[in-house]
Protein backbone atom coordinates (compact mmCIF):
# COMPACT_ATOMS: atom_id res chain seq x y z
CA UNK A 1 0.00 0.00 0.00
CA UNK A 2 1.81 3.58 -0.93
CA UNK A 3 0.91 6.08 1.10
CA UNK A 4 -1.12 9.50 0.51
CA UNK A 5 0.99 12.60 0.46
CA UNK A 6 -0.73 15.88 1.22
CA UNK A 7 -0.92 18.02 -1.99
CA UNK A 8 1.25 21.02 -1.41
CA UNK A 9 -0.71 23.06 -4.10
CA UNK A 10 -4.20 22.19 -2.59
CA UNK A 11 -2.76 23.18 0.82
CA UNK A 12 -1.50 26.48 -0.15
CA UNK A 13 -5.14 27.49 -2.02
CA UNK A 14 -6.83 26.76 0.74
CA UNK A 15 -4.28 29.11 3.33
CA UNK A 16 -4.66 31.68 0.31
CA UNK A 17 -8.88 31.38 0.61
CA UNK A 18 -9.11 31.41 4.63
CA UNK A 19 -6.65 34.24 4.77
CA UNK A 20 -8.53 36.31 2.35
CA UNK A 21 -11.89 35.74 4.41
CA UNK A 22 -9.71 37.25 7.49
CA UNK A 23 -8.75 40.21 5.60
CA UNK A 24 -12.33 40.83 4.15
CA UNK A 25 -13.64 40.12 7.76
CA UNK A 26 -10.92 42.76 9.48
CA UNK A 27 -12.02 45.91 6.70
CA UNK A 28 -15.61 45.05 7.70
CA UNK A 29 -15.09 45.46 11.05
CA UNK A 30 -12.75 48.44 10.53
CA UNK A 31 -15.06 50.00 8.44
CA UNK A 32 -17.78 49.20 11.03
CA UNK A 33 -15.88 51.10 13.57
CA UNK A 34 -15.30 54.34 11.21
CA UNK A 35 -19.40 54.49 10.48
CA UNK A 36 -19.73 54.27 14.15
CA UNK A 37 -17.56 57.32 15.18
CA UNK A 38 -18.73 59.21 12.65
CA UNK A 39 -22.19 58.83 14.00
CA UNK A 40 -20.98 59.49 17.52
CA UNK A 41 -18.37 62.32 16.56
CA UNK A 42 -20.29 65.72 18.10
CA UNK A 43 -21.05 68.20 15.51
CA UNK A 44 -17.78 70.61 15.77
CA UNK A 45 -18.53 72.90 12.27
CA UNK A 46 -16.93 70.83 9.85
CA UNK A 47 -19.48 67.95 9.90
CA UNK A 48 -23.30 68.51 8.41
CA UNK A 49 -25.96 67.55 11.12
CA UNK A 50 -29.18 65.74 9.98
CA UNK A 51 -32.01 68.57 8.83
CA UNK A 52 -34.70 68.38 12.32
CA UNK A 53 -36.68 70.87 13.71
CA UNK A 54 -34.85 70.65 16.79
CA UNK A 55 -31.12 71.56 14.82
CA UNK A 56 -33.47 74.48 12.97
CA UNK A 57 -34.81 75.89 16.01
CA UNK A 58 -31.12 75.63 17.87
CA UNK A 59 -29.22 77.32 15.02
CA UNK A 60 -31.95 80.26 14.79
CA UNK A 61 -31.62 80.73 18.85
CA UNK A 62 -27.45 81.16 18.12
CA UNK A 63 -27.92 83.72 15.12
CA UNK A 64 -30.15 85.93 17.37
CA UNK A 65 -28.14 85.79 20.37
CA UNK A 66 -25.15 87.12 18.21
CA UNK A 67 -27.50 89.74 16.64
CA UNK A 68 -28.72 90.88 20.11
CA UNK A 69 -24.92 91.08 21.23
CA UNK A 70 -24.15 93.14 18.02
CA UNK A 71 -26.45 95.62 18.92
CA UNK A 72 -25.53 95.73 22.49
CA UNK A 73 -21.40 96.03 21.62
CA UNK A 74 -22.78 99.36 19.40
CA UNK A 75 -25.03 100.54 22.03
CA UNK A 76 -21.99 100.81 24.34
CA UNK A 77 -19.93 102.24 21.50
CA UNK A 78 -22.18 105.03 21.05
CA UNK A 79 -22.43 106.07 24.31
CA UNK A 80 -18.70 106.50 24.92
CA UNK A 81 -17.93 108.45 21.86
CA UNK A 82 -20.73 110.75 22.56
CA UNK A 83 -19.44 111.21 26.40
CA UNK A 84 -15.80 112.61 24.70
CA UNK A 85 -18.13 114.56 22.67
CA UNK A 86 -19.82 116.81 25.43
CA UNK A 87 -18.47 120.65 24.43
CA UNK A 88 -20.18 121.83 21.21
CA UNK A 89 -18.37 125.01 19.23
CA UNK A 90 -19.90 127.84 17.45
CA UNK A 91 -17.26 130.20 15.33
CA UNK A 92 -18.25 133.37 13.84
CA UNK A 93 -16.09 135.74 11.65
CA UNK A 94 -16.19 139.31 12.64
CA UNK A 95 -16.42 141.83 9.53
CA UNK A 96 -13.36 144.09 9.06
CA UNK A 97 -15.82 147.21 10.01
CA UNK A 98 -16.98 146.07 13.46
CA UNK A 99 -13.56 144.71 14.67
CA UNK A 100 -13.17 147.81 16.68
CA UNK A 101 -16.58 148.48 18.36
CA UNK A 102 -16.35 144.88 19.10
CA UNK A 103 -12.62 145.88 21.16
CA UNK A 104 -13.92 148.79 22.45
CA UNK A 105 -17.54 147.21 23.72
CA UNK A 106 -16.37 143.15 24.12
CA UNK A 107 -16.67 143.10 28.11
CA UNK A 108 -20.15 144.65 28.05
CA UNK A 109 -20.84 141.78 25.08
CA UNK A 110 -19.59 138.93 26.31
CA UNK A 111 -21.36 139.42 30.22
CA UNK A 112 -24.64 138.04 29.50
CA UNK A 113 -23.10 135.10 27.59
CA UNK A 114 -20.66 134.11 30.98
CA UNK A 115 -22.76 135.15 33.40
CA UNK A 116 -26.42 134.26 32.60
CA UNK A 117 -25.73 131.70 29.88
CA UNK A 118 -22.63 129.85 31.25
CA UNK A 119 -20.78 129.77 28.45
CA UNK A 120 -17.02 130.13 27.42
CA UNK A 121 -16.38 132.60 24.69
CA UNK A 122 -12.58 133.93 23.25
CA UNK A 123 -12.12 136.14 20.55
CA UNK A 124 -9.18 135.06 17.92
CA UNK A 125 -8.35 137.67 14.80
CA UNK A 126 -10.99 137.97 13.42
CA UNK A 127 -13.63 135.12 14.74
CA UNK A 128 -15.31 134.88 17.88
CA UNK A 129 -15.27 131.29 19.72
CA UNK A 130 -18.30 130.16 21.70
CA UNK A 131 -18.18 126.82 23.32
CA UNK A 132 -19.88 125.33 26.14
CA UNK A 133 -18.83 123.64 28.95
CA UNK A 134 -19.24 121.34 32.21
CA UNK A 135 -21.61 124.54 33.73
CA UNK A 136 -23.91 125.05 30.86
CA UNK A 137 -27.27 123.54 31.64
CA UNK A 138 -28.98 124.24 28.50
CA UNK A 139 -26.97 123.51 25.08
CA UNK A 140 -29.58 125.88 23.27
CA UNK A 141 -28.16 128.47 25.29
CA UNK A 142 -25.11 128.25 22.76
CA UNK A 143 -27.83 128.93 19.38
CA UNK A 144 -29.11 131.81 21.24
CA UNK A 145 -25.51 133.33 21.78
CA UNK A 146 -24.65 132.74 18.59
CA UNK A 147 -27.67 135.12 17.31
CA UNK A 148 -26.93 137.40 20.00
CA UNK A 149 -23.24 138.07 18.42
CA UNK A 150 -24.48 138.11 15.17
CA UNK A 151 -27.25 140.54 16.09
CA UNK A 152 -24.79 142.39 17.35
CA UNK A 153 -22.18 141.66 14.08
CA UNK A 154 -24.84 142.87 11.82
CA UNK A 155 -25.08 146.77 13.62
CA UNK A 156 -27.48 146.46 16.00
CA UNK A 157 -26.75 147.76 19.74
CA UNK A 158 -26.15 145.69 22.46
CA UNK A 159 -29.23 146.76 24.38
CA UNK A 160 -31.75 145.46 21.22
CA UNK A 161 -29.38 142.74 21.07
CA UNK A 162 -29.76 141.18 24.37
CA UNK A 163 -33.72 140.72 23.42
CA UNK A 164 -32.91 137.65 21.49
CA UNK A 165 -31.65 136.44 24.63
CA UNK A 166 -34.44 137.15 26.71
CA UNK A 167 -37.38 136.74 24.45
CA UNK A 168 -37.62 133.54 22.29
CA UNK A 169 -40.14 134.41 19.46
CA UNK A 170 -37.48 137.42 17.59
CA UNK A 171 -36.15 136.86 14.30
CA UNK A 172 -33.56 138.95 12.34
CA UNK A 173 -34.45 139.44 8.47
CA UNK A 174 -32.39 140.76 5.96
CA UNK A 175 -32.50 141.38 2.58
CA UNK A 176 -31.37 143.89 -0.20
CA UNK A 177 -32.47 146.80 -1.66
CA UNK A 178 -31.94 144.78 -5.32
CA UNK A 179 -33.91 142.31 -4.37
CA UNK A 180 -37.15 144.61 -4.07
CA UNK A 181 -36.26 146.85 -7.55
CA UNK A 182 -32.76 147.04 -9.49
CA UNK A 183 -31.49 150.32 -8.58
CA UNK A 184 -28.05 152.06 -9.66
CA UNK A 185 -25.75 154.69 -8.56
CA UNK A 186 -27.90 158.35 -7.39
CA UNK A 187 -31.18 156.02 -7.59
CA UNK A 188 -30.27 154.00 -5.00
CA UNK A 189 -28.51 156.67 -2.75
CA UNK A 190 -32.03 158.47 -2.67
CA UNK A 191 -34.23 155.17 -2.26
CA UNK A 192 -31.91 154.87 0.81
CA UNK A 193 -32.84 158.58 1.97
CA UNK A 194 -36.10 158.30 1.55
CA UNK A 195 -36.27 154.80 3.63
CA UNK A 196 -33.81 157.19 6.36
CA UNK A 197 -35.49 160.51 6.07
CA UNK A 198 -34.19 163.66 7.68
CA UNK A 199 -32.19 162.76 10.93
CA UNK A 200 -33.86 158.72 10.54
CA UNK A 201 -37.15 160.37 11.24
CA UNK A 202 -38.91 157.77 8.37
CA UNK A 203 -36.61 154.44 9.91
CA UNK A 204 -37.73 155.58 13.53
CA UNK A 205 -41.49 155.78 12.68
CA UNK A 206 -41.61 152.58 11.19
CA UNK A 207 -40.03 151.48 14.18
CA UNK A 208 -42.31 152.63 17.04
CA UNK A 209 -45.01 151.51 14.68
CA UNK A 210 -44.46 148.28 14.06
CA UNK A 211 -42.68 147.41 17.52
CA UNK A 212 -39.27 146.76 15.64
CA UNK A 213 -35.45 147.26 15.21
CA UNK A 214 -33.95 148.54 11.87
CA UNK A 215 -30.31 148.30 10.29
CA UNK A 216 -29.67 150.56 7.08
CA UNK A 217 -25.96 149.15 6.11
CA UNK A 218 -25.68 150.35 2.45
CA UNK A 219 -28.16 148.37 0.55
CA UNK A 220 -28.66 145.87 3.24
CA UNK A 221 -31.34 146.27 5.76
CA UNK A 222 -31.69 144.19 8.71
CA UNK A 223 -34.89 143.88 10.79
CA UNK A 224 -35.07 142.78 14.07
CA UNK A 225 -38.80 141.77 15.51
CA UNK A 226 -41.36 138.92 15.82
CA UNK A 227 -43.12 137.33 12.63
CA UNK A 228 -46.08 139.61 12.27
CA UNK A 229 -43.87 142.73 12.80
CA UNK A 230 -40.77 142.29 10.70
CA UNK A 231 -44.11 141.51 8.01
CA UNK A 232 -45.21 145.36 8.57
CA UNK A 233 -41.93 146.63 8.45
CA UNK A 234 -41.14 144.72 5.07
CA UNK A 235 -44.29 146.24 3.62
CA UNK A 236 -43.54 149.80 4.36
CA UNK A 237 -39.56 149.43 3.39
CA UNK A 238 -40.47 147.75 -0.20
CA UNK A 239 -43.06 150.13 -0.95
CA UNK A 240 -40.68 153.54 -0.21
CA UNK A 241 -38.12 151.36 -2.30
CA UNK A 242 -41.05 150.79 -4.79
CA UNK A 243 -41.36 154.81 -4.80
CA UNK A 244 -44.43 155.45 -2.74
CA UNK A 245 -44.28 158.80 -0.60
CA UNK A 246 -43.14 159.18 3.04
CA UNK A 247 -47.00 160.43 3.66
CA UNK A 248 -48.89 157.46 2.24
CA UNK A 249 -46.12 155.30 4.52
CA UNK A 250 -47.02 157.54 7.64
CA UNK A 251 -50.56 157.21 7.42
CA UNK A 252 -50.25 153.90 6.85
CA UNK A 253 -48.42 153.51 10.14
CA UNK A 254 -51.30 155.26 12.12
CA UNK A 255 -53.55 153.54 11.21
CA UNK A 256 -51.06 149.99 11.92
CA UNK A 257 -50.68 151.38 15.72
CA UNK A 258 -54.06 152.39 16.14
CA UNK A 259 -54.60 148.84 15.46
CA UNK A 260 -52.02 147.79 17.50
CA UNK A 261 -53.77 149.83 20.58
CA UNK A 262 -56.98 148.17 19.97
CA UNK A 263 -55.78 144.68 20.09
CA UNK A 264 -53.75 145.37 23.36
Known amino acids: MTKRMPNKASSSARGGKIEKKEAEKKHEEVDHEENSNQIEQPDNGNTRNILTMENILEEKDRDNNKKVKNKIILKNRKNTSSTF ?5 RILTIPKHR ?6 NWMELIKPIVTHLKLEIRMVGDKIQVRTCKLTEDKNNLQKSSDYIKAYLLGFTIEDSLA ?9 ESFQVK ?3 ILKGDHLSRCIGRICGSNGATKYAIENATKTRIVIAGDKIHILGS ?6 ARYSICSLILGS ?3 KIFNKL ?7 KERF
Do not use: C, H, P, W
Not at 99 to 104: D, E, G, Q, V
Not at 227 to 232: E, H, L, R
Open 85 to 89: NNNEM
Open 179 to 181: DVK
Open 245 to 247: TQG
Open 99 to 104: ISSIKT
Open 227 to 232: FNNIKM
Open 254 to 260: NILAKRM
Open 164 to 172: LLRIDDLYI
